[in-house]
């Protein structure tokens, strides 16, 4: 199994400024996964970071909006770049194992 | 592309019923099927993983089954309880990916 410990675990942000996220895995682990739950929506996957290169991006997102570090095998962040109130989310980050995903407990984020 | 579906998107039953949840995806290959909990505002909760060479899995008052040629899950959750109210969300692990793909959830109520 793994431990995910993310921060912050909620924030209020004004629109046009930056968000950064942190994931802290207990193990390490080749890829992470960075998710946004937007209000009363499912989970849809933003990019997956791999260690030493650049982070993968779903349609949709781009690196410009969501820049993604990588620095080792037990630690990432999700950057929110100029923020607006479209952003306000739950972001997720998440490793899968070779069987169980597991997921850190969120950051909610709420953009003014 | 998978398309993964949730029904009933909300359901409420007073204390004690056996409820199903049903969960479809559109495409067979997969590596695994994983139902989580999540409580409102909250992180996601690992409940019950089926790998694709399994039938069913059972971890206390859940029970979980995979009918992969369908494409179809189903989560019964026995003698509901109201702690038992939160969003149940469906999500499966594609071959050749390591993310998940997920369905929009079912929101349980459970009324004392």
């Known amino acids: ?112 | 592309k998978q398309e993964v579906t949730q029904i009933p998107a909300a359901l409420s039953v007073p204390e004690g019923e056996n409820l199903v949840l049903n969960c479809s995806f559109t495409d067979s290959a997969i590596y695994n099927l994983q139902w989580f909990r999540q409580d409102p505002g909250k992180g996601l909760t690992s409940l019950l993983l089926i790998q694709s060479s399994q039938r069913e899995q059972t971890s206390g008052r859940l029970n979980a089954s995979l009918d992969k040629s369908s494409g179809r899950s189903t989560l019964y959750i026995a003698a509901s309880q109201p702690g038992d109210s939160a969003t149940y969300l469906c999500a499966v692990r594609p071959l050749n990916n390591n993310d998940m793909r997920f369905g929009a959830g079912t929101r349980l109520t459970v009324k004392p």
């Open chain 1, 1 to 112: 199994s793994a431990v995910i410990s993310q921060k912050p675990s909620r924030d209020i942000c004004q629109r046009g400024t930056s968000l950064t996220i942190q994931c802290q895995v207990d193990s390490q682990v080749t890829m992470m996964f960075w998710y946004r739950q937007q209000p009363g929506q499912s989970l849809t996957l933003i990019a997956t970071a791999n260690q030493g290169s650049e982070a993968t991006y779903e349609s949709g997102f781009v690196i410009d909006k969501f820049p993604i570090s990588r620095p080792n095998l037990t630690f990432s962040t999700l950057t929110v770049s100029n923020m607006s109130p479209e952003d306000s989310s739950i972001y997720l980050c998440s490793v899968g194992g070779t069987t169980e995903t597991f997921f850190g407990q969120g950051t909610r984020l709420t953009v003014v």
